[in-house]
């Protein structure tokens, strides 16, 4: 049976938002009112995220052994290019 766990990021601010996939560290930036969908898949049974907020968004930690996706609407997102 694979693990899923799902959730839902907004950026309620009115600046944009770094998120931050860990242990990958993946870059996205979600602009003011955006929403992602933090979608992590397998690893262990009793895995699931983590969340950690500092100045300029989140970080998202996945759990062992789980592959995780960022979608908009219902579609992957690449993460951004670095800055």
Not at 36 to 50: A, K, R, S, T
């Amino acid at each position: 049976m694979d693990v899923i766990q799902k959730l839902n990021c907004i950026n309620g601010a009115s600046e944009r938002m770094l998120l931050i996939i860990e242990p990958w560290a993946e870059e996205y930036w979600i602009e003011p009112g955006m929403s992602v969908e933090v979608v992590g898949l397998g690893g262990n049974i009793d895995g699931y995220f983590e969340a950690e907020r500092f100045d300029q968004g989140m970080i998202i930690y996945g759990w062992e052994g789980c592959v995780v996706s960022v979608f908009k609407d219902g579609k992957v997102i690449e993460p951004s290019l670095q800055e």
